[in-house]
């Protein structure tokens, strides 16, 4: 990989500093050992992971363009191979091997933080498993919604042909008039289309394919609670249902049309190839993954944070991030939401909690509500104040450890 930059840094020197902005190079060690910090620790990480030879860092901040997510310091004489995020293609093409490790890596960590942000977030949440299609078929058979019931039984019956519920199932395809087998699936053709409200897969389903989303849109939710909770909806270009064929397991949520769908198809068998032949997909994927862990990584940092002022204003500033909102002094931004969106996304719904940002608009002058809106008038005061509140958690945290 001589084509790329080698660089040395001596013992305990920072390579790169958690919440830098404008972070361009991602790096591959080459020789000696690098530790990796953060300075908010989250739920199933390693506050202090020691990387080799052959790992890599800061790939996350490079490839979506967000600051820092963590520190890293040589603990010996290091040598690196700096890869600038424009140069991704060009990596691909010189070792397939080192893109796929990054790729597998991604969708290992965003397994791990998705499941821990669930538990997390929905205290009730199951993990994916084959034998819950038989209830995700039963929950939408009591929201009369026949076309995802049958899909639900028609992939429980096809998964598990001897498992537990498969007379219940059968009895339930009958009362639809519906066939045991669904659609059979041609793997061998990459071009998909989908009707409106048809299911793509179901959550807990086995997966064999990623998409990309060719035109129209969808909509993947997932089953809490006996609700249906609306995770996101995808524009053409989107990837998704990536974390099935890059870690075996099933799939995490349901992926629905949203309008009529076209969509390109991948499975395990060409996806190497595939990225070989095509950089820019692997580059998209990485850029996608990368995207998702920071805002995942974002998110689970929030959790951590006992004070849910904390949390409401650390919210706004991810908001805006995630938005490329420019982060200056007398910078405004209007965030285009009100206080009950915003307490929806803590996770506050106690009415009584509105007084809590009211609170933090007296505290703090520079947010305030304009038409129902939140808005502020002054970004960086708003950096400042995520930053106050996380140095607070942090010393809180020492502090404890110490007792």
């Not at 010996?76 to 890869?83: M, R």
């Not at 669904?182 to 998409?211: Q, S, W």
Request: hydrophobic share 40%; aromatic share 10%; charged share 25%.
């Amino acid at each position: 990989m001589s084509f790329f930059q080698m660089v040395t840094f001596p013992a305990n020197s920072y390579i790169i500093v958690e919440g830098k902005k404008d972070a361009n190079n991602f790096y591959i060690i080459r020789e000696g050992k690098v530790r990796i910090t953060r300075e908010t620790a989250v739920v199933g990480e390693d506050p202090n992971q020691v990387l080799g030879p052959g790992d890599f860092f800061g790939v996350v901040a490079a490839m979506s363009q967000h600051a820092q997510i963590e520190s890293a310091t040589s603990l010996t004489n290091v040598s690196l191979i700096s890869v600038s995020y424009d140069q991704f293609g060009t990596l691909i093409q010189k070792s397939t091997a080192v893109a796929m490790n990054i790729i597998r890596f991604f969708s290992m960590k965003l397994r791990q933080f998705d499941t821990t942000i669930t538990r997390l977030s929905f205290r009730n949440a199951v993990e994916e498993d084959p034998n819950e299609l038989f209830k995700i078929g039963e929950y939408y058979f009591q929201q009369q919604n026949m076309s995802h019931a049958t899909f639900a039984y028609q992939s429980y019956l096809k998964h598990l042909p001897s498992g537990q519920f498969v007379p219940q199932a059968k009895l339930r395809l009958q009362t639809m008039n519906q066939p045991f087998q669904g659609a059979v699936i041609d793997y061998t053709k990459f071009n998909r289309t989908y009707k409106d409200n048809e299911m793509i897969f179901c959550e807990h389903e086995p997966g064999k394919e990623l998409f990309i989303l060719q035109a129209g849109k969808v909509k993947i939710s997932k089953i809490v609670n006996q609700n249906e909770v609306m995770l996101a909806v995808l524009q053409a270009g989107d990837i998704f249902g990536e974390m099935a064929i890059l870690d075996n397991k099933p799939r995490s949520a349901s992926a629905i049309a949203s309008g009529d769908v076209e969509l390109l198809a991948i499975n395990k068998a060409n996806f190497e190839g595939m990225v070989k032949a095509q950089p820019q997909l692997a580059t998209r994927l990485i850029t996608l993954l990368s995207e998702r862990i920071w805002t995942a990584y974002k998110q689970l940092a929030n959790l951590m944070l006992k004070d849910s002022q904390a949390r409401i204003v650390d919210t706004l500033l991810t908001l805006s991030e995630k938005n490329r909102v420019k982060i200056a002094p007398k910078q405004a931004y209007n965030f285009e939401i009100g206080t009950k969106d915003l307490l929806k996304m803590v996770g506050l719904t106690d009415p009584k909690d509105e007084l809590l940002i009211a609170d933090i608009m007296k505290q703090n002058k520079f947010i305030r509500l304009d038409m129902g809106k939140i808005v502020c008038s002054d970004m960086a005061e708003l950096e400042k104040l995520v930053q106050f509140y996380h140095k607070k958690a942090s010393m809180e945290n020492k502090l404890k450890k110490l007792k």
